[in-house]
Structures are given as structure tokens and as C-alpha cells.
């Protein structure tokens, strides 16, 4: 799949997964269908649920997740949150430009050019927070992050992102 293509596939995914609403009660009930696919699912990865302004809603860190999983949640969020955009999306575009987070004046201990963080937009309102997976591949964290949302939106169809280019 061309670099072109996977770009508007993660637009996609990111325009049909948006919320009518989000509250504190909403991110409680994302966050235990999260945890429930985890432990289902048998999968090392830690889960976060953040508003824009970084207050931690949700968070959830299953057996095997290792310590680093919380930098690479601050970083994925962070970027996210700059961004507008998910984590998948944002490398893509950096790469589309050729480009590092180095060249785009970004500390790479801060930020991150790699799947596993999705925004959370309320429509007709826009950014609100972050859904943040980490501990699998950067693609299977966007995976996990599509699979929840769309089951939690009740949305059919959301296109699947290559997890084996």
C-alpha cells in the first residue's frame, strides 16, 4: 500500500471515530472496554485515557506492560494533543515530507513518529483528549485503539491499517 494511501486510510479511520459527546462517566466506560480486549486478548500493554489539557481520565497497566510503557504514553499523548492528529498519522506525515522529528524542531524525548495514540474529537467541537495504547508494535497499538473505538462507537466498517507492510 502506497505512503498516499495508508495517509487517507488513517483519515478516514480518524473522521468516522469521533463522539457526539465525551464526559468522565464515557471515558470510564472506553476505558473498561479497553481493559476488557486487553485481558482478553492476553496483550502487555498499558492504556490511558487523557483530556487536552493532560488530566489522566482512565489508566490501565496489564501483566508483562513494562516501565517504559508510561514515557511512550506521555509522548504519544503529547503529540496527539500538538498535533491534532493521531500518533500513525502524524509519522505518516512526517515521512510523507521526508522529514524526522529532529527536522521539525521536535525533542524526540517528547514526542514520538509512531502508531499508538488516537484523538478523541467530539463533533461540531472538536479535540477533546487521547486514547493512548502502548506496549505491542506501533501499528498494533493503533489496531487496538481502532478496534475499541469502532466497538464502543458502534461503528461498522472502519477501514483496517496494514499491520505487515
Same mark, same amino acid.
Given at each position: 500500500m502506497e505512503l498516499k494511501e @495508508?495517509?487517507?486510510l488513517v483519515e478516514k479511520q480518524e473522521q468516522m471515530l469521533q463522539f457526539t459527546s465525551f464526559s468522565n462517566e464515557e471515558a470510564w466506560k472506553l476505558g473498561k472496554l479497553f481493559v476488557s480486549y486487553i485481558? #482478553?486478548?492476553?496483550?502487555?500493554?498499558? &492504556?490511558c485515557i487523557k483530556t487536552l489539557n493532560g488530566k489522566t481520565?482512565?489508566?490501565?497497566?496489564?501483566e508483562g506492560a513494562?516501565? =517504559?510503557?508510561?514515557?511512550?504514553i506521555d509522548r504519544k499523548f503529547r503529540t496527539v494533543q500538538e498535533f491534532e492528529t493521531s500518533t500513525l498519522g502524524y509519522a505518516l506525515y512526517i515521512?510523507? @515530507?521526508g522529514a524526522t522529528l529532529v527536522d521539525r524542531g521536535l525533542d524526540p524525548t517528547k514526542y514520538v513518529a509512531c502508531g499508538g495514540g488516537f484523538p478523541i474529537v467530539v463533533? #461540531?467541537? =472538536?479535540?477533546?483528549?487521547?486514547?493512548?495504547?502502548?506496549?505491542?508494535?506501533? &501499528?498494533? #497499538?493503533?489496531?487496538?485503539?481502532i478496534h475499541c473505538l469502532s466497538e464502543y462507537l458502534?461503528?461498522?466498517?472502519?477501514? #483496517?491499517?496494514?499491520?505487515?507492510l
Open positions: @495508508r495517509i487517507a485481558l #482478553d486478548q492476553k496483550m502487555p500493554v498499558a &492504556v481520565l482512565f489508566q490501565f497497566t496489564n513494562n516501565f =517504559g510503557s508510561q514515557s511512550w515521512k510523507s @515530507r463533533k #461540531d467541537a =472538536g479535540l477533546v483528549g487521547a486514547a493512548i495504547i502502548s506496549g505491542l508494535t506501533d &501499528v498494533e #497499538d493503533h489496531a487496538v485503539l458502534g461503528v461498522s466498517g472502519v477501514p #483496517d491499517y496494514p499491520i505487515n
